[in-house]
């Protein structure tokens, strides 16, 4: 089992830049990635690292913008988000599953574990 815990959310200009953490002890040997949701639409994919953190993907809205990364020393995983426009406004959540070193999944379904989620809000 591993708990997930995000932070780093809350409101900034368009323009601006946050960066989110997800807390994820144990989390040795997991994917991790990234998804956003907003009222009404499903979850999306925004980013996924390797547990290596050698391999990382993200989606084409996010593209240049946004960067993730992992400490595997302190079992956190970041979400760097620069250049943030009113449209990335969402609850953001981390997420985790056991897999090979050099593997990241897109789908939500492909992972087991999942944070609570934290709220950013980019104002225009």
């Known amino acids: 089992q591993v708990e997930l815990v995000e932070s780093g959310g809350g409101l900034v200009q368009a323009g601006g830049s946050l960066r989110l953490s997800c807390a994820a002890p144990?989390?040795?040997?997991?994917?991790m990635g990234w998804f956003r949701q907003t009222p009404g639409k499903e979850r999306e994919f925004i980013a996924a690292?390797?547990?290596?953190?050698?391999?990382?993907g993200y989606a084409d809205s996010v593209k240049g913008r946004f960067t993730i990364s992992r400490d595997n020393a302190k079992n956190t995983v970041y979400l760097q988000m620069d250049s943030l426009k009113s449209e990335d406004t969402a609850v953001y959540y981390c997420a985790a599953t056991p897999a090979a070193s050099y593997l990241y999944y897109l789908r939500a379904i492909s992972y087991n574990f999942w944070g609570q989620g934290t709220q950013v809000t980019v104002s225009s």
């Open positions: 690292i390797s547990w290596s953190g050698a391999r990382s």
């Open positions: 144990g989390s040795t040997n997991y994917a």
